[in-house]
């Protein structure tokens, strides 16, 4: 039976001149499970919209067509009652959790669907079970993890039993052990129910699904089994998707295998492997640390290190490890009646030892994961100057020139920056905080809900700078971003400093830490994981 | 001459700008945006004001409010400090009151700068019988536009200072049921009243969303004097920096929040909300015999506002229309 079943479906929101979508027949059988990928912005969470009732129900526009489950249609149904046959997790854990404690939470749908409270405890039960939290039960959901708030929104959707389940990007925002759990959860649910995933993350959700759909310019231009995407694969990264890498050698090789040894082997052999990563250290600190911080709810942080001049540092590790805390306590961001916080630091002949804001922030810019905080400015130009006309630094002209022209801000240069799109927002930010003069730049996980395209562009962007004398240090769960672009590693586990070095040093023993080493990273060393 | 003139409009600017910065440098610096999340938030603990239903708590804050509403300024005052000092009885009672206390300062500076300038000799004296001014500074005679009297005087500033008493108590009572349940504890209540759910559910993402809107402002303030604002004058205009940073954080932060109400929206829809006309619960929550001891102390409060009507303490302060 058809569990979804699209004709002729098109959507126009408010003030767009042209669909989002535009789908003239798809379908889904009952029980199947499939990813929908593409660049952000291609459509796809449209096209889910369109299947959970979100569209037409919620978002207005110009819709024509129909979306049928199990032969109804949507547009003849209200959302809730939608909602007992199709259960929809978000991209953003934090934002959807709506109760205080874990049980109230899961008991959320069930209570709307007023179900007697014996079922309602059953579902409570069931759910926990299904997504293996027990040891959540009775937890409040502010005190979670991402990962852990991320499964316990699945099962406040599985407590409806929904006969088809939208994962809307539910990595997105969660660390390599949360994304494993969810995966974990999509491999024993298989063939149980029709399952829908739109993820970035082709490589890791590949082993799950049945199908893959690939959506560009709202419309779909492949779907097919995953079986095919060896045949497809460059015509795929020319989408801008993220297709692993050891996928792209086969291809190139004409091998038929995705299995990771497999074409490592045979690379060998005809030596194909990829090249070693270029590693830049050696240039001297320009920045060193040693940070204790100290919170009156418990959570302790002690780290001591140092950055080298002109590199790229990320600083990986678990949710709740300490990464951001470090990050704050260097710009100075924690308050006194948070926690105790002493974060010397070691400039070349400047020496910081009081955590003031406005100082730190002439010598170290910060780029916060929500970056729309920092967009105050009507124009982008008037951002772009915000460091220098506050500070009243003169001479900063050329600079702001040369990094507008970098993020390719010209044509911008008039707009709000708050009406520009995600990647386009993010360069503003990053351009206006390099544009306050500063040599060394802390990005709090930049990469997180972007796109194999943003992530690329982001890579480059920061290449380019640090060619230029710029140090970067970012906070990152993107294991494969920081194989491709960074110089070198800290891994932060329990407010310590767990693990230090190249990439290459760093990814033999990283899993014990949470940190799973990219594909890439696997097809170069194989399993032999030596350091060359 | 010049001199004393520039000198009295600086004079007069410093205190209009510090005026309406004070209240807020003082919930950004001694309170904190955390110990305002502190004081916004629930914290699970067992004392009696966990134990009370929530309804009973809107129906105290309710009391509160009519008390000092109805009553002569001081009554008020009583009623903010006897709140304050409950305080004590939540989970960490000691900084709890302390930051409750810090807000409730400010929030009766801000109230008593937001009337003063503006308390008209015509409402004073319904206020202070045999009103003779005590002037404290004359204003510029532009400040006018800005809609303040010529001069402010001591009785504009008590009258100021009585209205915000009525606000403190307000506030300090409604804090309480924010301290003391869940969201969705308050849901379950209001329910009971058949307020419709589409309000309720706003009143409960209002709640969870307040902590956040603070963390985001709070974030989008730093960032703005990380980036310099401030740092070419004198820390002691910290206090005006601080205010330009905060007006200038709130169209990003609504941005923002505004993302997340659309997720939070979708979140609820799309499990059920308002599925049926009936919503069932999980856990009831019980009228207890602690919470008829607590209706009975806002008879009490009821029966003692009333009686001070009687013997003259009664709403003695008018109201700027």
């Known amino acids: ?116 409270r014996e079922e309602i405890l059953e579902k409570i039960e069931e759910s926990i079970r299904a997504v293996g939290i027990e040891n959540l039960r009775g937890k409040e959901t502010s005190h979670l993890s991402g990962g852990e708030i991320q499964r316990v929104a699945l099962a406040a959707v599985l407590s409806m039993d929904p006969r088809i389940l939208i994962l ?39 082993p799950f699904v049945d199908r893959i759909v690939v959506v560009d310019e709202g419309e779909i231009v492949l779907d097919g089994r995953t079986d095919d995407l060896i045949n497809e694969a460059h015509a795929l990264m020319e989408l801008g998707i993220e297709i692993p890498r050891h996928i792209l050698l086969a291809n190139q090789m004409g091998i038929t295998s995705y299995d990771i040894d497999e074409v490592r082997e045979t690379a060998k052999q005809r030596n194909m492997l990829p090249e070693k990563k270029v590693r830049i250290h050696g240039r001297g600190a320009v920045l060193s640390t040693d940070v204790k911080v100290e919170y009156r709810e418990g959570f302790r942080l002690r780290l001591s290190t140092s950055f080298e001049e002109g590199t790229i540092t990320a600083v990986m590790g678990r949710n709740g490890a300490g990464k951001s805390t470090f990050l704050k306590a260097l710009i100075g961001f924690i308050d006194k009646d948070q926690a105790l916080v002493e974060s010397p630091i070691n400039m070349g002949e400047l020496f910081l030892a009081n955590p003031d804001l406005q100082t730190r922030g002439k010598y170290i810019g910060y780029l916060p994961q929500s970056f729309d905080l920092m967009l105050i400015n009507k124009t982008v130009e008037r951002e772009m100057h915000y ?55 802390m990005m709090d996980e930049p990469t997180s809900g972007q796109d194999y395209m943003h992530k690329e562009n982001l890579g480059r962007e920061i290449t380019e700078l640090k060619k230029r004398g710029y140090s970067f240090i970012i906070v990152t769960h993107d294991a494969r971003f920081v194989y491709r672009f960074a110089d070198k590693i800290l891994v932060v586990d329990k407010g310590r400093l767990a693990m230090e070095g190249t990439p290459e040093e760093v990814f033999q023993n990283s899993e014990k830490f949470g940190i799973v080493p990219p594909s890439e990273y696997l097809l170069r060393y194989g399993n032999e994981l030596l350091v060359e | 001459m010049e001199m004393n003139y520039l000198l009295n409009e600086l004079i007069s600017w410093l205190i209009f700008l510090f005026g309406i910065a004070g209240p807020f440098y003082l919930i950004l610096r001694a309170i904190g945006i955390r110990g305002f ?56 009672g000691g900084r709890k009151l ?135 004058h004198s820390r002691l205009f910290k206090p005006v920096y601080m205010l330009i940073a905060g007006v200038s954080a709130i169209v990003p932060t609504i941005i923002h929040l505004l ?63």
Not at chain 1, 18 to 31: D, L, N, Q
Not at chain 1, 180 to 205: A, N
Not at chain 1, 390 to 416: Q, S, W, Y
Not at chain 2, 295 to 318: D, E, H, K, Q, Y
């Open chain 1, 168 to 206: 809307d990007e539910p990595t997105s925002n969660i660390d390599p052990e949360g994304t494993r759990d969810i995966f974990q959860f999509l491999r024993e649910e298989k063939g149980k129910r029709t399952i829908l995933i739109v993820e970035h993350k082709v490589e890791r959700v590949l």
């Open chain 2, 37 to 92: 999340k502190e004081i916004t938030s629930y914290e699970p603990h067992t004392t009696f004001f966990y134990r009370m239903n929530p309804l009973v708590k809107i129906v105290f804050s309710m009391t509160v409010m009519i008390a000092a509403t109805i009553t002569i300024w001081w009554i008020g005052a009583i009623l903010t400090f006897a709140v304050l000092l409950t305080y004590l009885s939540l989970r960490n």
């Open chain 2, 259 to 321: 993302r997340g109400a659309k997720d939070i929206a979708i979140s609820a829809d799309t499990r059920g909300f308002r599925a049926t006309k009936k919503r069932s619960y999980v856990d009831e929550i019980p009228i207890t015999r602690l919470d008829y001891y607590a209706l009975g102390m806002m008879g009490f409060i009821i029966a003692v506002a009333v009686i001070s009507i009687f013997l003259g303490f009664g709403r003695t302060i008018p109201y700027v229309a």
């Open chain 1, 1 to 116: 039976m058809k569990a979804i079943e699209i004709k002729d479906l098109k959507f126009r929101y408010l003030g767009s001149k042209k669909p989002s979508i535009s789908v003239p027949y798809f379908y889904v059988e009952e029980g199947e499970s499939i990813l929908i990928t593409g660049k952000s912005g291609s459509g796809k969470s449209t096209l889910v919209q369109c299947i959970n009732g979100i569209i037409p129900h919620i978002v207005n526009g110009k819709r024509s067509g129909e979306v049928y489950l199990f032969g109804e249609p949507v547009s003849g149904q209200r959302v809730p009652e939608i909602s007992r046959i199709v259960g929809t997790l978000l991209q953003d854990p934090e934002r959807q959790v709506i109760n205080y404690k874990v049980e109230e939470e899961i008991a959320f749908a069930p209570e709307n669907f007023n179900l007697p």
């Open chain 2, 98 to 232: 302390y930051l409750g206390g810090l807000f409730a300062i400010s929030t009766i500076i801000g109230t008593a700068w937001g009337y003063a300038p503006f308390a008209t000799s015509a409402t004073l004296s319904i206020a202070f019988p045999g009103y003779h001014p005590t002037i404290l500074w004359t204003w510029p005679s532009y400040f006018s536009v800005m809609g303040y009297e010529p001069q402010l005087t001591l009785q504009a500033l008590l009258y100021g200072l009585q209205i915000s008493f009525r606000t403190a108590a307000i506030i300090s009572s409604a804090l309480l049921l924010v301290m003391t349940n869940t969201p969705s504890q308050i849901l379950r209540s209001l329910h009971k009243f058949n307020i419709p759910d589409s309000i309720i559910f706003t009143l409960m993402v209002g709640m969870k969303s307040i902590p956040d809107i603070f963390g985001y402002l709070d974030e989008s303030i730093k960032i703005q004097m990380m980036r310099g604002l401030g740092s070419s």
């Open chain 1, 387 to 441: 460091s220098s006309r506050v500070r009243k630094a003169n001479g900063m002209e050329p600079l702001i020139k040369e990094l507008m022209n970098l993020f390719t801000l010209d044509k911008f240069a008039r707009e709000d920056p708050l009406t520009l799109s995600q990647g386009q927002r993010r360069r503003v930010a990053m351009g206006a905080t390099i544009a306050g003069g500063v040599k060394v730049i």
